[in-house]
């Protein structure tokens, strides 16, 4: 599976194109917004879009996905349903981070542990990773060893548990219990900042770190 980051918003959110090479079908991950700048790549790789998919529901990784899905007439996908209370209320997150104005959508499909995604001949493994939001999901390509954790996991760092119904208990189970099994050769992509692998955190994170165990 190949993949582009596309850093998007004053957020410097990482969106993330996947596609297959065999067949250049595409998914667009949390695509936080500037569409224009994503539909611009999209159309220089020459890939065919299949469908937008969500790690979680904060704006600032879902700000442009309705009108990528409507301008390529594909489905959203993800996240799971309890995030279901931040896409009904991006109008208001709109507002309070000074953005564009949001409108609140409802994906086409909401993911669960064990879903299975597939792009073109690849496919993406999903696991339920509550914490930073109750409805958090991440994407794995076992075949390419590489996952998309959206705001789980950063290089040296964890995400946020402060905003509305994040747990941070829930987080650190969900990044050793559904991320390290995965394995320590994983790359990962976050939702910001530089890539990292899973072996890399858990010798030098000081949240998640295996030393870091009591």
């Given amino acids: 599976m190949k993949y582009k980051i596309i850093p998007v ?14 067949t250049n079908k595409a998914a667009i991950v949390d695509p936080g917004g500037e569409a224009t700048l994503l ?11 299949e469908q937008v998919l969500l790690t979680h529901g904060h704006l600032d990784h879902v700000g ?31 507002a309070r981070f000074g953005l564009e104005n949001c409108t609140p959508f409802t994906p086409n499909r909401w ?5 299975k995604v597939s792009v073109g001949n690849e496919t993406l493994f999903v696991r339920h990773t509550p ?5 958090h999901v991440i994407f794995f390509s076992e075949s390419s060893r590489l996952a998309s954790v959206g ?16 747990n941070y208990t829930d987080l650190i189970n969900s990044i050793r219990e559904k991320l390290w099994p995965l ?8 939702g910001h900042g530089p890539m990292s692998t899973f072996g890399d955190e858990r010798l030098t994170n000081p949240f998640v770190a295996d030393s870091a165990v009591r």
Avoid at 66 to 83: C, F, L, S, W
Avoid at 111 to 115: A, T
């Fill in 151 to 166: 705001d789980v996991l950063f290089a040296g760092g964890i995400g946020r548990t402060d905003f509305p119904r994040g």
């Fill in 64 to 94: 442009a996905a309705k009108e990528m899905a409507e301008r390529y007439n594909v489905p959203i996908v993800g996240p799971h349903r309890d995030d279901a209370f931040l896409l009904e209320s991006l109008a208001e997150q709109s």
């Fill in 39 to 49: 539909m611009r790549a999209i159309d220089s790789l020459g890939l065919t879009l």
């Fill in 183 to 190: 394995g320590n050769d994983v790359q990962f992509i976050p």
């Fill in 131 to 135: 914490g930073h939001t109750p409805g």
């Fill in 9 to 22: 918003t004053p957020f410097q959110q990482n969106c993330t194109l996947l596609w297959c090479e065999e």
């Fill in 111 to 115: 993911l669960e542990e064990g879903d």
